[in-house]
């Protein structure tokens, strides 16, 4: 893996408990990288001898090579998300990567189903950007559950995607909505299980809890054999 230097070139709080970092390469000045890898960070500890490293999802699409967008929650007691909130726009930092093996692959003609619970939306940000920008016509549809009202970011973003390219459509679910919520209650795994009739054509992207993931993959092995990529994420 490449060590970076970069600075931290903007800070916006997406929600009560999630942030979106951007940080834009000095040194070297460019990162290239596949759709859905991760870049690590070296966090120091109290009362540890040697650093934790900490890894996190590049959001941002690989075109976009000076700089990196990421996106996490606040973990009470996490050390990685810790260090990444007391950033200050101007400050540098230091990563390492990319690397991971949840990516974007070429799948030929099959139809694109990406599902995400919580920050887990962050590599397939990146994947639905990058396929996009390929322009082919295959469908693309994302599920992203959330908890409540106060947990929805990148809703207006996702409009304006679907509006520029008419094979790709999202589903925000969420789990706990408070009254008036209007849109998809409940879990991913129901919408999967309920949605897909057929994986015959499909390959599926996958990020969250251990929990989604397993359920999510089970309710798809039950329809038939399709490639599905799995990346745990905790938030």
């Not at 690989?62 to 996490?72: A, K």
């Not at 099959?110 to 016509?137: C, H, K, N, Y």
Request: proline share 6%.
């Amino acid at each position: 893996m490449n060590a970076f230097t970069a600075e931290v070139s903007r800070i916006q709080d997406l929600t009560h408990d999630v942030r979106a970092i951007e940080l834009r390469l000095l040194e070297p000045a460019s990162i290239t990288f596949k759709a859905g890898q991760f870049v690590s960070f070296e966090v120091p500890t109290a009362g540890q001898s040697r650093p934790l490293t900490r890894p996190y999802s590049i959001a941002s699409p690989p075109g976009q090579r000076d700089r990196i967008l990421l996106v996490l929650n606040l973990v009470q007691g996490g050390p990685g998300s810790s260090y990444l909130f007391g950033l200050r726009e101007g400050e540098r930092t230091s990563f390492k990567g990319p690397a991971g093996a949840f990516y974007l692959r070429d799948d030929g003609a099959r139809d694109l189903l990406f599902v995400a619970t919580g920050t887990g939306i962050a590599p397939l940000r990146s994947m639905i950007l990058a396929q996009l920008e390929r322009g082919d016509s295959r469908s693309v549809t994302l599920v992203w559950g959330l908890r409540s009202q106060r947990d929805l970011y990148w809703q207006e973003e996702l409009t304006v995607l679907a509006a520029d390219h008419p094979n790709f459509s999202s589903v925000t679910m969420l789990s706990r909505p408070e009254p008036g919520w209007q849109g998809e209650r409940g879990r991913v795994t129901a919408w999967v299980d309920a949605r897909i009739s057929s994986v015959s054509k499909l390959a599926v992207y996958l990020c969250g809890g251990s929990g989604m993931i397993k359920d999510v993959t089970a309710g798809l092995n039950a329809k038939g054999l399709c490639p599905i990529y799995r990346e745990k994420y905790y938030d």
